[in-house]
Each structure stands twice: as structure tokens, then as C-alpha cells.
């Protein structure tokens, strides 16, 4: 597969863009407007400057080269594996997956999910493919993290499940796991418990950020603490993450503290914002 749309252009998306065009494939991202189309163009740029300021890549030219941002949907139809990377939001990501449905021409096309909670199931009985839907759902920072989950739904086919395998392991350079389709797959249903619970932590007064953080860093040798990873996931998408393994399996331990709510309702998102549990420059 050498022809990639990733819709949603966010944090994920443009690294799933990034690390597609670096394997050396043409790579369209579709954004929603003008203006988020340049954000995404941005953080590519932003990104592939370092890599080659590292010496991962010879050109960042060459790779941006690859990649196209555009803002209409309809420059997906040629495309043999699009992921989608929009907004943690099951009404929106429905609305997407019947859009590419009917957009997207090749009959073999892989339609896929970066959702990080949202079941494949839900996304796959929109269309008239559901053969051809699959989560692939890669973690960040795409172009540091190796792992991509595979989740096919009980619809997905074989060579389906054979092809994404392939692109993302062979073409892509990840490592995959097989997960079944059930909100938050393996590695988040581990993750949002320990997140949530730091936040809980923290928002009772039992310890401060950074020494919750510093605990599970100088601890348990974490790359970084749980407070200081939720400012980088995103708290708006670290809820909505929450809300949906909430809803599929109803436990307390994935209920959204208050603490988490009231951030999101003040803009406060993290490190896209410039203020979560800490502050950035
Ligand atoms: C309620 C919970 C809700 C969950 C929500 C959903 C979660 C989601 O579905 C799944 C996830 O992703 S879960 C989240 C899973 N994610 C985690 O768990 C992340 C855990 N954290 C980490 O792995 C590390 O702290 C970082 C890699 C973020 C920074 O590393 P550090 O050592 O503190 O800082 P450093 O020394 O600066 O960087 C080291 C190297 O990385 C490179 N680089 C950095 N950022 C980059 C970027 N954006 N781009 C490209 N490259 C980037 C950098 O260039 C350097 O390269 P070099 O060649 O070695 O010089
Ligand atoms: N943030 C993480 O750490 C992380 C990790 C793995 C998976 N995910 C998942 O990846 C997806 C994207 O998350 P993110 O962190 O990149 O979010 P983000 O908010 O950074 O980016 C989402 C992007 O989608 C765009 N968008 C929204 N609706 C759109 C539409 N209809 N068409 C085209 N573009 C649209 C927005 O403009 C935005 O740029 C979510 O499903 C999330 O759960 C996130």
C-alpha cells in the first residue's frame, strides 16, 4: 500500500502523516478548515526540521514533499488505506466512516481507526465494508513509540487484519499486538486507571504533581510521570478516553475525576494549550 489519507491532522495524525511519508509513501492529510490545515502543515514541518537536525532523516524537504494537507474530504477516494485520526468523538468519527464509505473508490481499501477507546465495531456497521474496517491505533509520540495496536472487529476480514499487519510492520517499521475490540483495547485499559487515579491523587491534596511524577519516575522508572503524560495525550482527549470505557463497562475506576471536567471546561488541555497540570513556554 503506497497511496495513505490520514483525516485529522491533530497531534496524531500528523505524526502517523510524518512516519507514513518517511516510509515513502504519498501521504493526503484532510483537515476541517483552513486554518487547522496550517497548524498540521506546522507541526510537520516542526517535526521533520528535528529528525533531520538528528540525522534520522537526510531531507525534510523530501519527506514534507510527500505530503499533501488538504481540507476536502474528496481528495481521499484514491486511496488504499486511509486512517482516521479526528477527535475522540463516536458521533463525529460515525459521520466520518460514512463519508469515506462513499468516497473512498478502491474496493480493497482499508478504512482504519487511530480511536483510541471508541469499539471498531460502532464505526465498521456504518458502511457498507465493515470487512475492510480496523483500528490501528498508534501511540505518542508516533515517530518515537513503536507499538501499534491491531484491532479488528468481529466483521473485520483476515486480509484485512493481514494487510494493516503488513503496512504497519513491514512498511512503517512498528511493532503490532493483536487486541480484541473492546474500549481501550490492552494497552489503555491498563493506562486509564493509573492515569485517572494520579489525577484523583492529586486532586484530593495527597501530593503535589511533580512529586506524584517523581515518584513514578525516580519509582518505577516511567520516561516521564502520569500527570506530565496526560498534559502530553491531551486532557480533552484524556476524557473523552475516560467517558468511553466508562460507558462500556460502567466501573468507577474510569469515571472522569471533577478535577479532569473542570480543566477541560477551562481550556485548560495540556501541553496543546500551553496549560494542564503544568505550565509550558
Ligand atoms: C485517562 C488516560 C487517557 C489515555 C488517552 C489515550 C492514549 C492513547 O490512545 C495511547 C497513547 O499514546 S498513551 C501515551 C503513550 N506515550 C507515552 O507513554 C510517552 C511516554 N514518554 C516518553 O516516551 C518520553 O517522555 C518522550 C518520548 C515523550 C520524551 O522523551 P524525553 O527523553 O523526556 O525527552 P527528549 O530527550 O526530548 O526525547 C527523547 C527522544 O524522543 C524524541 N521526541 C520527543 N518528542 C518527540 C515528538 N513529539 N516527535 C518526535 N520525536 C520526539 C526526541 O527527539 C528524542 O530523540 P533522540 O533521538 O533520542 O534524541
Ligand atoms: N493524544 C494521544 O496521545 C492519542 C494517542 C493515540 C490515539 N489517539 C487518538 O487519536 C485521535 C486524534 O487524537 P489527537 O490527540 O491527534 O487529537 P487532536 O485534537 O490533536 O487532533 C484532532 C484533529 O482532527 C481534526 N478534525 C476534527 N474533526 C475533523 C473532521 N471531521 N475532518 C478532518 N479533521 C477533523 C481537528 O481539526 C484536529 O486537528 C483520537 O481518536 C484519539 O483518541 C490519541
Sequence with gaps: MKNVAVVGGGLMGSGIAEVSARAGHDVIVVESSDDAAKAALGRLEKSLVRAEAKGKIASASDVLGLIRVETDLGAVADREVVVEAIVEDEAAKVALFKSLDAIVEAPDAILASNTSSIPIMKLGVVTTRPTQ?????????????????????????????????????????????????????????????????????????????????????????????????????????????????????KEPLYAAPPLLQRMVDAGLLGRKTGRGFYTYA
Excluded at 483500528?135 to 472487529?153: A, D, R, T
Excluded at 491498563?190 to 513514578?216: C, H, Q, T, V, Y
Aim: proline fraction near 5%.
Design 133 to 249: 474496517v480496523i483500528g490501528i491505533h498508534f501511540f505518542n509520540p508516533v515517530p518515537v513509540l513503536q507499538l501499534v495496536e491491531l484491532v479488528p472487529s468481529l466483521l473485520t476480514s483476515e486480509d484485512t487484519t493481514a494487510r494493516s499487519r503488513a503496512w504497519v510492520e513491514g512498511s512503517l517499521g512498528k511493532q503490532a499486538i493483536d487486541c480484541q475490540d473492546r474500549a481501550g483495547f490492552v494497552v489503555n485499559a491498563l493506562l486509564i486507571p493509573f492515569i485517572l487515579s494520579a489525577i484523583r491523587m492529586f486532586e484530593s491534596g495527597f501530593a503535589s504533581a511533580e512529586d506524584i511524577d517523581r515518584g513514578l519516575v525516580l519509582g518505577a522508572a516511567h520516561p516521564q510521570g502520569p500527570l506530565a503524560l496526560a498534559d502530553l495525550i491531551g486532557l480533552d482527549t484524556t476524557k473523552a478516553v475516560a467517558e468511553s470505557l466508562y460507558d462500556e463497562f
